[in-house]
């Protein structure tokens, strides 16, 4: 497995595994017709808007092998005063789950934070219903900081979205 940045030539993978990835996780969380019709179409035109136009403190790794993306970090480096880096997106597709890619992936981005970023720390939102990367997240080291409302896409009504903090991201790197 490489890690290396994201190119343009990533983008139609990058937003496939993201789209699969929603589908996985948020069924019954998200809209089903968002799911069904309208996620692959939406995180497509969200990665070449990200890509082509990123934000200047934007950094996206991949992890490939054999030409497949098996999965994607996104973060923004010093995005908040308060709590540092922002984890925005971590995805890893469903064949690779469970093989140490997604710890890889946040361990290189906690690797990027501390080497470009004032700010030691490392965040991310995680969905309350999303069980399954909440327990990832809390293995690695993740403290639940404050509970905060959310409105998924397509829908008209909020969710529990949860705010995760690594104060220090040396205590991810040890992981």
């Known amino acids: 497995m490489e890690l290396r ?4 030539h990533d983008i139609p993978l990058i937003a496939a595994v993201h789209a699969q990835s929603w589908r996985d996780s948020y069924r019954g969380i998200f809209p089903d017709e968002f799911l069904e019709d309208l996620v692959d179409q939406d995180r ?5 808007r990200r890509i082509h136009y990123p934000k200047p403190n934007q950094h996206v790794i991949v992890a490939t092998q054999d030409n497949q993306i098996l999965g994607f970090i996104c973060l923004y480096g010093n995005e908040s005063e308060q709590w540092g880096c922002f984890i925005d997106n971590l995805h890893v597709a ?4 469970g093989t140490g890619v997604g710890k890889q992936l946040m361990q290189s981005a906690a690797q990027w934070a501390s080497d470009t970023s004032e700010h030691k720390g490392l965040y991310l939102e995680v969905l309350e219903d999303n069980f399954k990367a ?9 403290h ?14 909020h969710v529990n979205d949860l705010l995760y903090v690594w104060h220090d991201v040396q205590s991810l790197l040890s992981k």
């Open 134 to 142: 909440r327990k990832f997240y809390l293995a690695l080291g993740a």
């Open 44 to 48: 497509l035109i969200e990665w070449q």
């Open 5 to 8: 940045v994201a190119t343009e």
């Open 94 to 97: 469903k064949e690779a789950q």
């Open 144 to 157: 639940h900081q404050e509970t905060n409302l959310w409105q998924p896409p397509g829908a008209n009504y």
